[in-house]
């Protein structure tokens, strides 16, 4: 069994910085691709950025610029470093990966974004 675990979230004000972390745990064999998505109440799971094995990246616009992703493959772990953060990031932040060629979610991390 594979599990995904995040940590990192928390409350931050307009224009700070946040850290979120996901690290894979398990019968790992191979790891593809992994990401971030975010979720408020009554939207769809959107996409914040992948990060595939060769270590291409796909940011949403809303965070190109603000947002880094990086990888450790050696700890099977994803970093999210997410700077100047503004109110609309408030959400729900998810971990995803494609782990022996299946898809994994992790439990979600709040991340709010308010003076």
């Known amino acids: 069994q594979v599990q995904l675990v995040e940590s990192g979230g928390g409350l931050v004000q307009p224009g700070g910085s946040l850290r979120l972390s996901c690290a894979a745990s398990g019968s790992i064999l191979s790891i593809y691709a992994m990401g971030w998505y975010r979720q408020t109440p009554g939207k769809q799971r959107e996409l914040v950025v992948l990060?595939?094995?060769?270590?291409?990246?796909t940011y949403a616009d809303s965070v190109k610029g603000r947002f880094t992703i990086s990888r450790d493959n050696a700890k099977n772990t994803v970093y999210l470093q997410m700077n100047s953060l503004k109110p609309e990031d408030t959400a729900v932040y998810y971990c995803h990966g494609v782990v022996n060629g299946e898809d994994y979610w992790g439990q979600g991390t709040q991340v709010t974004v308010s003076l």
């Open positions: 990060i595939s094995n060769a270590r291409s990246t």
